[in-house]
């Protein structure tokens, strides 16, 4: 009869291929764990936030808000059209712009701009801002999201990579969203 | 016919498979449970057949690319033979899917099937209910369009609203910092290899178990469950009233299952496939998003929460009712299994039918968004316009230009996001339509930064002559006091 506390040869043998296993297991997990969550600590190194062009200044006449296109900074082959994004840019005088995102800070659907109410309105749930992208009505909890720009010999381009979101990320130029 | 069944003995002389699948088949099951209640669960296991198979189809012409998957469908739609057809069986089919699996859960919780011994098997079926979720919304992503892409949008947008970690599920989800190819190839990973493979894996489980703990016998009122005796009451009354699944039960399952497979091939036909509509491409931004019909009280949903309730909701919500659905046979384990003597169960069941129902219903005319062409498109109905004074056409003039039209409604026609203007100046005196058009207010916006005093004024005067012929408008009766009008 065997007694517990004992360990058979091939008890041990058993514990043993576990043990290997688990290492192996383990070894194993770190490339799969770090492929998989690639996408999250690549973060910033890869330089995916970049100045992009928006095209020259004198495109967007003072006082109004034209719709204009850029191409994110990071390409990958199989992305087809979708790395083609819009932007509301509205110059408000002389070098002194606001660039919208597109996406309405409450769900992320593209916001349209009427001009002739100075208001942008969102199909999605009726999101509405107004023409200075503070809220002015519906379920958006805050202004539009704007995007870091920059005037340099005539060309205005804009700090773009990330699509923005209502949660913590989305204040891209890290300030109070306005109020309405 | 010798010939076969000598090849069938020499099969199953090596794989011994016939007698636990003659077993598995002929096991005595209650009587009254070859009921046509107790078809939707072989029904949802039909239907998830037929989207392996119309799934596999796909996959031989699909291109899960974010450049091509576009291409691919309209390929699909229109070049292939029957490519349509198998998009439509598809479509169709998942449709057919969820609604099934939905009510096969609505029998099984008014029979009390969850009830002891068969807590798992209720909890293995929540679970396949999720990944059923899971499939709808990773296949609506696949049909790689504009509604996928800004849907995928209104994902990460909820996401984003988790504390914390928002930002790393974003990237996570989208594989990336924004919609793009990565993205869809995940979600083709989830929806063609990880949640297919999981549900397979967990259908049997769920098999399994009702053949090893039985079908729930129909309920009778009074009849109550208890532990300590339920198992020893379910072996006599199968072996008293009992008789072999197959045949005796199993026909009415077959027929059902036939008729949904040609409900679906007969939607299929005469529907066709959905979409796939514009094409991803977020510079088009004439688009107005939704999502397909089983997201679609989500959609509803979040637009009729208040703002400041939409974040909790959104995370906390879902947490409640699945941990609500898991904890369900623990909490009411024993007991009643009749819906007759279960009163609240009936209640929940009706209450939240309606509910669903009603914002789906709502979804579909989506009243919380403003028409984007009401301004240019649906002029003021000219009974509106008679008898008027310059300055009040003026007005409708300006009513028009500045879109107001696009949230209220004339004759019926224009949004709906604010009040029909219909009767206006019945509710408001002209002071207050004043203050409403330049301050906004309740959930309108302020137009007093784009209406010059003229426009404002023209304005509300065309507002004062809605109100229906017989009856006055609304007026400040302190006016003529204080001002001596």
Known sequence: MENDTTLSRRGLFMKLGMLLNACVGAALAVPIGRFLLSSITRGHANGYLDWVPLGPVSQFPEGETRLATFRNPLVMPTDGKTVDTACWVRRVEGDRFQVFAINCAHLGCPVRWFPQSGLFMCPCHGGAYYRDGSRASGPPERGLFEYPYKVDNGLITIQAGEMPTPGPSASLVGKEPPCA | ?485
Request: with cysteine.
């Open chain 2, 1 to 485: 016919m010798r010939l076969i069944s000598l090849a069938g003995k020499w099969l199953d002389d090596r794989l011994q498979l016939a007698a636990p699948i003659r077993d598995a088949s002929e096991h005595p099951v209650p009587r009254n449970t070859a009921s046509w209640w107790y078809v939707f669960g072989s029904a949802a296991l039909i239907v998830f057949c037929l989207q392996l198979v119309t799934g596999i189809l796909l996959a031989l012409t699909y291109v899960p690319s974010a450049g091509e998957a576009w291409n691919s469908l309209q390929a699909l739609n229109h070049d292939i033979t029957f490519g349509w057809f198998i998009r439509a069986l598809h479509g169709w089919g998942s449709n057919f899917m969820v609604a099934i699996v939905l009510i096969h859960m609505m029998q099984v919780f008014l029979f009390g099937a969850y009830k002891f011994p068969r807590e798992l098997t209720w909890i293995v079926g929540v679970f396949l209910l999720l990944m059923t979720l899971g499939m709808a919304f990773s296949g609506q992503v696949l049909r790689f369009d504009q509604d996928a892409y800004w849907g995928l949008g209104i994902g990460a947008s909820i996401a984003s609203r988790v504390p914390i970690a928002g930002p790393a599920i974003v990237k996570l989800m989208l594989g990336g910092p924004i919609i793009a190819g990565a993205t869809l190839s995940r979600f083709f990973a989830l929806h063609v290899f990880v949640i297919p493979g999981m549900l397979i894996g967990f259908v049997c489980l769920h098999l399994l178990m009702v053949l090893k703990l039985g079908i729930n016998e129909w309920p009778m009122p009074g009849r109550v469950v208890k532990r300590a005796t339920y198992l020893t009451e379910y072996h006599e009354l199968t072996k008293k009233d009992g008789a072999p699944f197959v045949p005796y039960a199993v026909w009415k399952d077959m027929f059902f299952a036939a008729f949904v497979l040609l409900a679906v091939a007969a939607c299929a036909l005469w529907f066709g496939p959905f979409g796939p509509t514009g094409k991803p491409d977020p510079t088009i931004i004439q688009t107005v998003p939704k999502p397909d019909y089983f997201f679609l009280w989500l959609y509803a949903l979040l637009s009729l929460l208040p703002p400041s309730l939409e974040t909790p909701a959104l995370l906390i919500g879902p947490v409640v009712v699945i941990l609500g659905l898991l904890l369900l046979p623990f909490l009411s384990g024993e007991g009643e299994k009749s819906w007759k003597r279960r009163p609240i169960a009936v209640l929940t069941v009706m209450l939240t039918a309606v509910t669903l129902g009603t914002f789906t219903h709502l979804a579909g005319y989506a009243p919380w968004s403003p028409k984007m062409n009401a301004w240019s498109g649906a002029p003021v109905p000219a009974q509106f316009l008679h008898a008027t004074t310059a300055l009040e056409r003026q007005g409708a003039l300006v009513f028009q230009v500045k879109q107001c039209r696009n949230c209220h409604s004339l004759g019926e026609s224009g949004g709906q996001r604010g009040p029909a203007l219909d009767s206006v100046a019945l509710r408001l005196t002209q002071d207050q339509l004043i203050r409403q058009v330049i301050q906004g207010g309740g959930n309108m916006p302020a137009y007093g930064k784009n209406l010059s005093p003229a426009e404002t004024t023209a304005l509300v005067a065309f507002l004062e002559t809605l109100h229906p012929a017989g009856q006055a408008p609304a007026r400040d009766a302190s006016r003529q006091f204080a001002l001596g009008q």
